[in-house]
């Protein structure tokens, strides 16, 4: 009996952290089965991925890097500083509403902090805006680039595994950096949210 008492107790207590961890996820599954992994790893991305299109890769990539890496886009004399938005209407859109826009919200406001810090190092800053005014506020600071956060889907699975519901929709996300002043795009990156979308196989996730 103790046996079985504390099997139970552990099996409620991993139940409880799965759904601790999907709220901080921002995962909406309510009524549409078992909800999917978040998309916590795309903070990590995002930023890493920005940090070193702005500043250029770290001496220990230099090596690594096959092609001859692009020269950092902050640089003294020039741009200065980067706001950086996302569309978080959009992810919940693409996502069927399995991301919640405040989740997007929140993957910004982390990202911004963790650019922040790593940016005033080096003299330069990063901030956010929100998605609606977030053109408008680059366009008004100088030496400032803007930075932008949009959902890209890709269609996987072969057309007979579409036809028969056990495809995936893989949603991207797509980075792009531009200078606010003349609406010319500097750099564009697609990579790996996270997530995907629909599909029997990731219902059983």
Do not use: H
Not at 103 to 108: E, G, N
Not at 139 to 157: C, D, F, M, N, Y
Request: net charge positive; with cysteine.
């Amino acid at each position: 009996m103790r046996t079985g008492r504390r099997q139970a107790v552990r099996r409620l207590g991993r139940l409880a952290a799965a759904l601790l961890l999907m709220g901080a996820l921002g995962v909406a599954g309510c009524g549409r089965g078992p909800a999917r992994a978040g998309i916590a790893d795309a903070v990590d991305n995002t930023t890493r991925t920005l940090r070193d299109l702005l500043l250029g890769l770290p001496p220990e990539a230099l090596g690594t890097s096959p092609a001859r890496p692009d020269p950092p886009l902050l640089t003294p004399g020039s741009y200065q500083a980067v706001l950086l938005t996302a569309d978080a209407d959009g992810f919940a859109r693409a996502s069927k509403n399995e991301i919640r826009a405040e989740a997007i919200q929140d993957l910004q406001g982390r990202v911004v902090r963790n650019l922040d810090r790593d940016l005033k190092k080096r003299g330069f800053t990063a901030s956010g805006a929100p998605w609606e005014t977030a053109a408008s506020a680059a366009r008004g600071a100088p030496k400032i680039l803007l930075a932008t956060l949009v959902p890209i889907t890709e269609e996987s699975g072969s057309p007979a595994e579409r036809a028969a519901g056990r495809g995936r929709t893989i949603l991207l996300i797509r980075l792009t950096v531009s200078d606010p002043a003349t609406n010319k795009t500097l750099v564009q990156r697609d990579y790996y949210s996270g997530r995907d979308i629909g599909g029997r196989r990731d219902n059983r996730r």
